[in-house]
């Protein structure tokens, strides 16, 4: 375990849905960040925070949008979603945002957009 | 633009050979460079890093070399093991730009 959980780990959803999904890290870590990983395409950096405020938005369309309540809880809210949203979505924590070449990884979320 | 890519997208070894898992990357400024690895169901985990003053670095049986003259980076296990099959992905740092850029990964695939 590496002490980021993200829940649900599996998630089907209609174009027309409203889902979430949370990340939730047990390191103590003040950055958190969101990735997509596609079949054969490197992760993609979605967004990262940093004590809870919002420092990258890499160019990421609406239908996803981030929320971080504290620096131990990061969602991602999803609505009207395409189907090459279908990914795996994989949170991390880093100690710090100096510390972003030290990334724990979460699970992640397999999402199916249908 | 930036990128970070992978030689060969599946290697197969024999239990108990050595496997060399390659990258190459086309950032220069790129200081750090990282190996993690991503075993099914679960998301990458660091296995070693490498600063880019430095050639080699080694760790518990694997070894990370960097070549900065061609850009390539790459990663060793010794006497693999079936526990080592997983995807192994390289990523690259700029330190002024504090973020990671990551490879598209190599499926490692072990036979005992």
């Known amino acids: 375990e590496t002490g980021v959980t993200q829940t649900p780990r599996h998630l089907v959803m209609g174009m027309t849905n409203k889902k979430s999904l949370k990340c939730e890290q047990h390191l103590g870590h003040n950055a958190m960040y969101w990735y997509k990983q596609s079949a054969k395409k490197p992760l993609e950096l979605m967004f990262v925070y940093n004590f809870k405020e919002q420092t990258e938005n890499n160019s990421v369309p609406s239908r996803f949008s981030p929320e971080c309540p504290n620096s131990s809880h990061l969602f991602l809210h999803l609505h009207t979603l395409q189907p090459e949203d279908s990914a795996l979505y994989l949170c991390a924590s880093s100690q710090d945002p100096g510390t972003v070449y030290e990334q724990y990884f979460g699970p992640g979320t397999r999402l199916t957009v249908t | 633009g930036e990128s970070v890519g992978l030689h060969l997208p599946t290697l197969s070894v024999q239990e108990g050979d050595n496997s060399i898992i390659n990258c190459a990357y086309s950032?220069?400024?790129?200081?750090?460079f990282i190996w993690y690895k991503q075993e099914s169901g679960k998301g990458p985990q660091f296995i070693i890093d490498i600063r880019s003053n430095m050639d080699k670095r080694q760790g518990q049986r694997v070894t990370v070399l960097l070549n900065k003259t061609v850009k390539h980076l790459s990663l060793q296990i010794a006497a693999t093991q079936p526990g080592d099959s997983a995807v192994y992905f390289c990523?690259?740092?700029?330190?002024?730009?504090?973020?990671?850029?990551f490879g598209t990964g190599t499926r490692l695939l072990v036979s005992p």
């Open positions: 990523a690259d740092l700029n330190t002024g730009f504090q973020k990671l850029v």
């Open positions: 950032n220069s400024a790129s200081d750090y």
